[in-house]
């Protein structure tokens, strides 16, 4: 399979100057001193996009993304490196990036396919499905700069994936637009990537990563990290995210073992703890009066993964070693789970689940698992887990994790609220009745 785009030790460096006045000190210097110093917003960058292929690019703010997309659609020139691209792009970056504030919305639409090499009669042909896709009614005929933000990028998108691209690139543009313009957007991007359309797409979305992409490409500032199966990256870009750089650093290198023992030690774990190979949130709350420590903990998909990826609908398995330091009469193990507001979703404990712990002393080690059907909406949640108890009528808290994992939930259907009920859909024409008059 040919290469659509193909980056080669790319590089983009800037020059950062204290004062506004060092760059004439710079110019003017007979000596060549430097006044500046060099920021790599990329720091040789190399990848390739295979045609046919849709390709996501992942890091943290700073990490180059949009750069590397610049760089590919012309608008930057790298300072090292290079790049090839067989095929018509068609792109949308930031909101603005082509367009004419002055001009109305009709006059962009040509503009921007005269810019793409398609000629007045091309475009005439396309300028109703354009339009129609856009629904943004009479406004087409006024100047772009009084439109809102959606209104924007619903031109934009609907121009850049109707004008049939062999490369489509798309950089965080469709976060803007409502969640209704945004599923209509997918949908048309999934009917060009069937009839083999390249897509080249920056998002913070990792759902939007792991349903729609073949491959993932792993930046962190400015540096190429990983790349590989979407599900894999995500992981290692939740690690960065938590600042498990360690962590990071050694699954990268049993990725680039070969020699099969390291492979053989993840699967077998080997005394290493699950944790491990989990993201923890390094600013987690914890607390408690020291009788008991959950000293680990692990997430377990349908298939027995660790991974912080789960799958609705699919049963998973939540884990927690529990470690005691001082005897407990009847203590309870507890999860929950809840949204990035901090709003209880869901949870149980061993009490509510009628499982009977036995007194427990110094000493002694239990493993607790929770296993259940993900029934939560496609999203970002956090887990929390303890050990408590009551003593005397009141509820004391051995140790608790506050926030301590972070859970995706991976969805290719999503209903209204946080649960989806998974309700069954029955629907049946009826004949219509007609009625005589006696």
Do not use: W
Not at 162 to 191: H, T, W
Not at 235 to 262: C, P, R, V, W
Not at 284 to 292: C, L, N
Not at 349 to 364: L, Q, R, S, W
């Amino acid at each position: 399979m040919e290469n659509a785009i193909t980056v080669t030790n790319v590089s983009k460096v800037y020059k950062l100057y204290d004062k506004p006045i060092d760059r004439l000190k710079e110019a003017l210097n007979p000596l060549h001193r430097e006044y500046h110093k060099k920021f790599y917003a990329l720091n040789d960058l190399s990848f390739q996009v295979k045609k046919g292929e849709t390709v996501g690019i992942i890091g943290t703010n700073g990490s180059g993304k949009s750069t590397i997309l610049k760089i590919i659609t012309g608008v930057l020139l790298p300072t090292r490196g290079e790049v090839k691209v067989d095929g018509v792009i068609s792109a949308l970056l930031e909101l603005g990036a082509g367009f004419n504030s002055e001009y109305t919305g009709i006059e962009n639409i040509y503009m921007n396919g005269t810019m793409m090499g398609f000629s007045r009669k091309q475009m005439d042909a396309k300028l109703s499905d354009i339009l129609e896709f856009a629904d943004i009614g009479d406004f087409v005929y006024q100047p772009v700069k009084t439109y809102s933000s959606g209104m924007f990028v619903r031109l934009a998108f609907a121009l850049a994936i109707n004008v049939e691209p062999e490369i489509l690139i798309v950089d965080e543009a469709l976060s803007v637009g409502d969640v209704f313009f945004q599923s209509k957007c997918y949908r048309r991007m999934e009917e060009i990537r069937k009839n083999g359309t390249t897509i080249l797409m920056v998002t913070h979305d990792m759902g939007s990563i792991i349903k729609y992409c073949d491959k993932v490409v792993l930046l962190n500032k400015g540096n190429f990290v990983a790349q590989g199966t979407p599900g894999h990256m995500v992981d290692l870009y939740k690690k960065i995210l938590a600042n498990q750089m360690d962590s990071l650093k050694e699954e990268l290198e049993e990725m680039n073992d070969f020699s099969g023992e390291k492979e053989k030690e993840a699967q077998g774990f080997h005394g290493r703890l699950m944790k491990e190979s989990l993201t923890i949130n390094a600013s987690r709350t914890e607390y408690g009066d020291g009788r008991a420590e959950i000293y680990d903990l692990g997430l377990f998909d349908q298939r027995g993964n660790l991974t912080n990826l789960l799958l609705k609908g699919e049963e998973f398995t939540i884990k927690e070693k529990i470690r005691f330091a001082a005897p407990v009469r009847t203590p309870i193990f507890t999860y929950t789970i809840k949204d990035k507001k901090g709003t209880d979703l869901s949870g149980t404990n061993t009490m509510f689940e009628g499982t009977d712990i036995k007194p427990v002393k110094a000493g002694d080690e239990y493993e607790v698992s929770f296993t259940q059907r993900m029934t939560l909406q496609g999203g970002e949640y956090l887990l929390s887990m303890s050990c408590t108890g009551f003593e005397q009528g009141e509820h004391v808290v051995y140790h608790r994790l506050y926030d301590v994992a972070n859970i995706t939930v991976i969805s290719n259907k999503n209903t209204v609220g946080v649960f989806d009920m998974e309700s069954r859909v029955e629907a049946v024409k009826t004949e219509k009745q007609e009625h005589k008059n006696e």
